[in-house]
């Protein structure tokens, strides 16, 4: 048998090698979930940076597209008023006429109000 001394350094030597390895292993532990982390980081700012980027690709196109349909708006309402104006010019009873036949139109559509005395 040994004596209790040497068993108690030769346990106290592998306690000490097993807690070296510990920490060896806790350290590398450590390391790998920061990198982990670190990536996961760059992944999710790239993606944020790029979802950025085409969203204000997104909105200069659709302000574009706001910019034409303004425009070709604009064109078209002179375009109807020069037509108005030709055709009040040349037949002013037949626009009268129209103007009258649109506002009974509107007039027939709207809701009857009960009055006062019918109720």
């Not at 349909?69 to 626009?95: I, S």
């Amino acid at each position: 048998m040994k004596p209790f001394g040497e068993t108690a350094r030769e346990t106290r030597a592998k306690a000490s090698e097993l807690a070296e390895k510990t920490a060896e292993n806790a350290r590398l532990t450590a390391e790998a979930a920061k990198a982990r982390i670190q990536d996961g980081y760059g992944r999710a700012r790239a993606a944020t940076e790029d979802f950025a980027a085409k969203a204000s690709e997104q909105a200069g196109v659709a302000r574009e597209a706001a910019g034409e349909a303004y425009e070709k708006g604009k064109v078209q309402a002179k375009r109807a008023n020069g037509k108005l104006k030709k055709a009040a010019e040349k037949q002013p009873l037949t626009l009268v006429a129209g103007a009258v036949a649109i506002g009974a139109l509107l007039g027939s559509l709207l809701p009857k109000g009960v009055r006062k005395d019918e109720e």
